[in-house]
């Protein structure tokens, strides 16, 4: 019995085809896709959408208003405090160069109030470069010039003392010296002292700038919040007829207070910090130049007798000093140059008052140093020194005196003004990041429960 062939096997069927895997990224998009086809996933979408931007809204503005009330604090407890101890350090250093040159003058017997005004001034300056040598903050550049001013200082002074020690003896020699002193003062540690100032003032200009700048972004936001939510409860209303959703409400409210409260309380710090720079930190700024030109006119005038009829440089540094102080006026509303410029930004009586004082007192000083030229040109030399070294008030050292006291008084005034001002900014953007923030925190919430409010009614 023959038997058919048995039919050949078939192959095995293929596997079917696995689908590609989808990525968490590609379900989730379709999910969306999915529910912004229904209401209720609408809703939750622009729900999320619209806490996320009332609390992008008060992390902005909590940062933002942060970080210039950082800038504000560094106006008032740093950078003005630095740049005023590097106007006194200028300032010191002239005065102390101004008194060396006046007590020459007397002799070998120096009044004594000269010689603890100096070594005042010596005190002032050295501890106050130590101060500013603390400080971390400052640049390279005036960290270069404070070390330069402590390498120079001792020289200074040991230069001075050898000058007293001739000065005592009779010796001709001591005025040599006093002058090479006085040349290196003018010429290396006056300029360095300068130059720090500068820088410092520098760092307080852009420390302003930080502390005044708008917080644009956060307004923004905030704004596009504001619209946000208006056009959310537009489509509330056209789609269910109802004219508020009281969550939705709450947060308009709530954002709108945030924002005005940023709007507004950083326009009234930004105002205070304002006043502060032009009535105070500018009103300071003018003042310390005029101030250190009047020193540097004092010990130009006393280097004049100590050259002994060869100071005509000194003497024509004089002059063109007080001219940079005092200009051409010098009567009262009619002072220009630095007094006059100091006059100008001086916003009330109480400041004018001690300016003016002192261009009355400067345009008296003129009028005393030229009596002490003329007494020196025509021979009377020792005349023309007590006129010029001893105190009262028709005197050139009363004169002067007056101008020093004044500017003193005048810059007293002008460091509390600042103060004033500054911290009323300064106070004004203290409670600001907590309070938006906070507002913010409150709208997210009416967001959610409006939403969710809404929501409810499709269950």
């Excluded at 806490?51 to 940062?63: I, K, M, P, S």
């Excluded at 290196?184 to 300029?191: G, K, N, Q």
């Excluded at 619209?227 to 508020?244: I, K």
């Amino acid at each position: 019995m023959t038997h058919a062939p048995s039919s050949p096997p078939r192959p095995p069927a293929a596997p079917a085809p696995v689908p590609p895997r989808r990525t968490a990224w590609a379900e989730n998009a379709g999910r969306l896709r999915r529910a912004a086809t229904t209401e209720p996933g609408r809703l939750r979408i622009i729900g999320a959408a619209l806490a996320a931007l009332v609390l992008a809204f008060g992390a902005q503005a909590a940062w933002q208003v942060s970080d210039r009330a950082g800038a504000a604090d560094a106006v008032i407890d740093s950078s003005q405090p630095l740049s005023a101890d590097a106007a006194s350090v200028y300032r010191s250093l002239a005065d102390a160069d101004t008194t060396a040159a006046a007590a020459f003058l007397a002799g070998g017997d120096e009044p004594p109030e000269l010689r603890e005004r100096y070594e005042r001034d010596i005190r002032t300056a050295s501890r106050l470069l130590a101060k500013a040598a603390a400080d971390n903050g400052g640049s390279a550049r005036s960290h270069e010039e404070i070390a330069e001013l402590n390498e120079q200082l001792p020289v200074y002074t040991g230069l001075v003392e050898t000058a007293r020690a001739n000065n005592r003896q009779g010796l001709p020699l001591g005025g040599a010296y006093l002058r090479h002193a006085s040349e290196r003062m003018r010429e290396e540690m006056l300029p360095a002292a300068e130059a720090l100032y500068r820088s410092e003032t520098a760092r307080l200009r852009a420390d302003y700038e930080d502390a005044r700048a708008w917080p644009v972004p956060a307004l923004l936001t905030g704004t596009a919040a504001l619209a946000a939510l208006g056009w959310a409860q537009r489509r509330h209303y056209l789609r269910t007829n109802r004219v508020f959703s009281p969550g939705l409400l709450a947060a308009t409210a709530a954002t709108a207070a945030g924002l005005l409260w940023l709007a507004a309380g950083h326009g009234i710090a930004r105002s205070c910090l304002g006043d502060s720079d032009r009535h105070g930190a500018r009103s300071l700024q003018a003042l310390n130049e005029a101030w250190a030109g009047v020193l540097q006119a004092r010990g130009d005038e006393s280097l004049t007798l100590v050259a002994r009829g060869g100071g005509a440089l000194y003497e024509e540094s004089y002059r063109r000093g007080m001219r940079e102080v005092l200009g051409d006026g010098g009567s009262r509303g009619g002072a220009g140059g630095q007094l006059g410029r100091a006059l100008a930004l001086a916003d009330d009586e109480a400041g004018r008052g001690p300016v003016e004082e002192a261009v009355r007192s400067a345009a008296h000083w003129r009028e005393r140093h030229a009596a002490a030229r003329a007494l020196e040109n025509s021979g009377r030399y020792d005349d023309a020194v007590a006129l010029v070294i001893q105190p009262g008030g028709n005197t050139v050292r009363g004169a002067f005196d007056a101008v020093d006291a004044a500017l003193s008084e005048a810059v007293r005034h002008e460091q509390r003004e600042f103060e004033r001002a500054a911290e009323g900014g300064r106070g004004v953007l203290g409670g600001l990041p907590a309070g938006v923030g906070a507002l913010a925190v409150l709208g997210a919430a009416g967001v959610v429960l409006g939403v969710g409010r809404r929501l409810a009614e499709y269950r």
